[in-house]
């Protein structure tokens, strides 16, 4: 790829800033969103049809408050309920749909709440996301850790107790190759019970290559469902092309991973429209994949470093409470994961309502986990991805979990 220009500059060459500035300016100089690259596989599959046109046709404003109290007294909710619960007349019952996802989530997970982290081993990315503090055009410090460096940041982890962890790369095939992303995974097998990853979609044979280096399962965010907008921000990059993003989950489901999540980023787009998407996509993968572990997670837009370019559109923590009670109300059985972008007092709140999992000893930066655990210093260290706002240790978010009552896990999987 042409795209390459961090490596080894602070500063963008002339041409790229040219080529930026076309690729923002001009969608002409763009490539086709929609078509596949070469490399690229296809899957013979019907959920994205099915997704989209559902998504298309959703007019939230047709819904009436009669519509909501007839979606919360159903046993089962339909997807025409699911939308009735997710449109702007259910607004004024939130409180009735909080009291009916506690009661969900409380029959299928108990008082039970999973506890992981992420570590970023490198945040190289080629591609341009218009939102996004690691793209391949923003100045930030890049970096890409050794093998060592690696096993040094997941020692440190493992000694706070922690079993689970998600490992993060930006999106570079360059500089986090599937094999270094393979091996890393290999070392986390060794001090973790449940290793994810959340880095680039790959095809099905990576897929089970990753998966036989020990890869659980694999979180993929489709960012959001409305293939217009996608196009508007994803101006650069393997990340521009919109279904094989979203077949990405197919893909390591066929190739053997216990497990996938998905999700959009909430504010890209409608995110009435993105959230009823999410869902189903999910939905329809279950249906599928019946033997799969399906989760969602739920990230709004957070601010991120050189980039006033992006405005959010509105999701405040209102909107937000609706999609997951929502989302648990129509998939009772689905994890729910609610990241550190959200604050304190949300996290403790939801996890007692719809969510099921949710992130402790976070650092979005590369390589810092030492100096943010012990307080010692880092040598060197690669910037952060965006702000979190929870910062909870694992130890202060195990006791914060007790202390509202519910039973922190931290792994609940064994291989034999
Ligand atoms: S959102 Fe992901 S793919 Fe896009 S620029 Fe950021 S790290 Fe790269």
Redo the contacts with the bound molecule.
Sequence with gaps: MDNNYFVDSDKLSEAALEKKHRLENDPSSRTDHMQYMEGMEQISSDIRERVISEMKSYDYSKYTPADVLRALRHDTCSVEDFKALLSPAAEPFLEQMAERARLETQKHFGNTVYLFTPLYIANY?E???VY?????YNDIRRMKLSMEQIEHEMKVISESGMEEILILT??SRTQSSVEYIGEACKLARKYFRLVGIEI?PVNTDEYRYLHECGVDYVTVFQ?TYDSDRYEQL?LL?H?RVFPYRFEAQERALMAGMRGIACSALLGLSDFRKDALASALHVYHLQRKYPHAEISLSCPRLRPIVNNEKINPLDVHEKQLCQVLCAYRIFLPFCGITVSSRESESFRNGIVKIAATKISAGVSTGIGDHESKYTGKEADEAGDE?FEINDGRSLKKMYDDMSGEGLQPVLNDYLYV
């Design positions: 990315c591609n341009y996301c996004c503090g690691f793209n391949c930006g999106e680039y960012e994803h990059g990340k991805q």
